[in-house]
């Protein structure tokens, strides 16, 4: 990975503060993809969900909560 693509990244990540919880990057199965464009790929999903104003929203799955016990 070039240095500039992945300072980038590394920026976006870490900068004012920021935390890295979670992130999962998937290259998928391109052969001919690069780790300086994944990199890029991903500061540009970054940048944009900053820009957006970040939302903690994580998944759901819209089933009710049950306990455990209701499955035994």
Known sequence: MTESAMSKLHSLLFEEGR???NIKFMPGISRSLTSA????????GIRSAIEGGLVNQPP???MTKCK???FV
């Open 37 to 44: 464009r994944l990199a890029d790929a991903a500061a540009e």
């Open 68 to 70: 455990l016990e209701a």
């Open 60 to 62: 759901r799955t819209g």
């Open 19 to 21: 935390e890295l919880v």
